[in-house]
């Protein structure tokens, strides 16, 4: 019996986690490209983009990550994720347009996207689209693979928060 190794497991009666539904990121049609953040994920299979007013039919079983609500948790893992990218100034026509689905907020984090606005204050706690969706990712439990790969400011981002992101 010396020497032999017991028989590996059979996978066959692993469970299979279910698949995570997409992403869905509402973009305000005068969000500027060159600006736009997530811009670097459109053809990811991961996100499905639409162009507000649009919006898929079904957000059932959906958060919209918003600053106000529960925060968002691992109890939310099965939920797919909603998420508006447009300026402050048209946040609000935007959560009109989604205003069933039900609201998470993020941790207090920091964003090391460098703002400047002359005409709008950006919210304390407010985070580029990118960052924002990471960490809701993160917090859920999915994959991150490549997410920050185009986001100039990702290393400023990941130190200033690497203790509140699991």
Known sequence: MSGEHPPEPSTA????????????????????????????????????????????????????????????SAADAGAGLLVLDGTWRWAGAMEANVAEVPTRTLPPLVTAYPRISKVFEDPDGGLATIEAVYAALRILGRDTTGLLDHYAFAAGFLRQNAEKLP
Not at 16 to 42: F, G, Q, Y
Request: hydrophobic share 30%; aromatic share 4%.
């Open 13 to 72: 009666s692993l469970p299979v986690p279910p698949p995570c539904p997409v992403t869905v990121i509402v973009v305000h049609p005068k969000e500027r490209r060159s600006k736009c953040t997530v811009a670097p994920l459109r053809g990811d299979p991961r996100f499905q983009f639409v162009k507000h007013p649009r919006r898929p039919e079904r957000l059932d079983g959906y958060v919209r990550l918003a600053m106000s609500g529960p925060e968002l």
